[in-house]
């Protein structure tokens, strides 16, 4: 594993084991992208995938919101996508511009014949996603110890969601007709899932990774019963597998963050999944969430983005009604929108939202006092 520069800011790690902090660490998801500027000048013209797959503009573009809201973000997160265990699993995946992932050719049924060749396909995910791994190593060394690194993997449901979908989508049709009408391959092909990103996260790890989180963006499309049969067991698979695979390579654990988008039903059962953070999206009462969770979990989240389109008033309120909500942000709690940051959000916007946080938690900053962002 490469040496790095001891980190200066460990807060988000020192939370997520459990320890009581002088102030909640914030991040956001999504953090890394098209709201700013800035990325559409690194990005260019260049094809999304192909970004993610330079490791020079990947670092760059994941350190980008580090420089721009300098001292008010507590962890960077590599700039990928979950679909690419999809890539190493042999599928082609394109992003078109202004509509999102697609599948040229997604999963039709267990005798189509590709089903069998992802089942049977032996991934070197070393050698696939190289690429990643290169730009986790590169932006630690950049980064020079100033904030942690997130490294990060879809999960299992989410990504067969999309090789079956072959995109997003609104009725969820044929991944419906998947796990209802063969869900024994739906399941053999979600355990090959998990094991690739088992395998992804580790070596994430080995490249630089100081934490990581298994998005598992589409959680809310399943019933109560359906999610523990074909996302809660592969989401526990991971937790743990993980640890033992970063044993075998001779690595400490690392703090381990779940994020079910939609998943409200489930989050007693996401608080014994063998994470060290659960995260919330802005369907949950933070204060319901921390009762329920009863310090078996950090928790994470929850803010909707959607209250950075608002006025600062609207932002001001919501703050303080999720630090009162998470207990004041001392112990059990990151910060963190409820769902990855929106297009066209004015980042003066995000960057009141961080100082607010800071505001209303930080005990040196005194009552009544106000930010101020140009």
Request: hydrophobic fraction near 40%.
């Amino acid at each position: 594993m490469p040496s790095f520069a001891p980190l200066k800011n460990d807060l988000i790690l020192r939370v997520a084991r459990g320890e009581e902090v002088e102030r909640p660490p914030i991040w956001i998801m999504r953090q890394a992208g098209r709201y700013l500027p800035e990325y559409e000048i690194v990005k260019g013209d260049k094809d999304f995938f192909t970004c993610c797959r330079t490791p020079e503009i990947a670092s760059t573009i994941t350190i980008q919101p580090i420089k721009h809201f300098k001292g008010l973000i507590d962890c960077a997160i590599i700039f990928s996508d979950i679909l690419v265990i999809p890539q190493a699993l042999g599928m082609t995946v394109e992003m078109i511009d202004k509509q999102g992932p697609h599948f040229p050719k997604p999963l039709k049924s267990p005798s189509d014949g590709q089903y069998t060749q992802v089942i049977d396909k032996s991934v070197d995910v070393q050698k696939e996603l190289d690429y990643v791994y290169k730009a986790i190593t590169m932006t630690k060394e950049r980064l020079e110890g100033e904030v942690p690194l997130f490294g990060f993997c879809g999960a299992p449901w989410t990504l067969l969601c999309y090789m079956v979908e072959g995109g997003g989508s609104k009725i969820f049709k044929d991944i419906k007709t998947w796990i209802y009408k063969y869900p024994s391959e739906s399941k053999a092909l979600l355990r090959k899932i998990a094991e690739t990103c088992v395998e992804h996260l580790a070596l994430q790890v080995q490249a630089g990774a100081d934490i990581v989180q298994v998005f598992d963006s589409w959680a809310g499309e399943l019933s109560p019963s359906s999610f523990q049969q074909f996302s809660l067991p592969y989401l526990r698979h991971i937790s743990k597998k993980l640890p033992h695979r970063l044993q075998e390579l001779k690595l400490e654990p690392v703090p381990m963050v779940v994020f079910a988008k939609g998943a409200w039903y489930a989050l007693n059962d996401l608080c014994d999944s063998g994470y060290n953070v659960v995260g919330l999206d802005w369907l949950h009462d933070p204060a319901e969430a921390v009762n329920i969770a009863d310090g078996r979990v950090i928790l994470q989240g929850n803010a909707d983005p959607g209250v950075l389109y608002g006025s600062r008033e609207s932002i001001t309120t919501l703050v303080e009604e999720m630090v009162v909500g998470f207990g004041g942000g001392k112990k059990g709690w990151i910060v963190n929108l409820g769902h990855g940051i929106t297009p066209k959000v004015d980042p003066k916007d995000l960057e009141f939202f961080f100082k607010e946080i800071r505001r209303v938690t930080e005990p040196t900053m005194k009552e009544g006092q106000k930010c101020v962002v140009s």
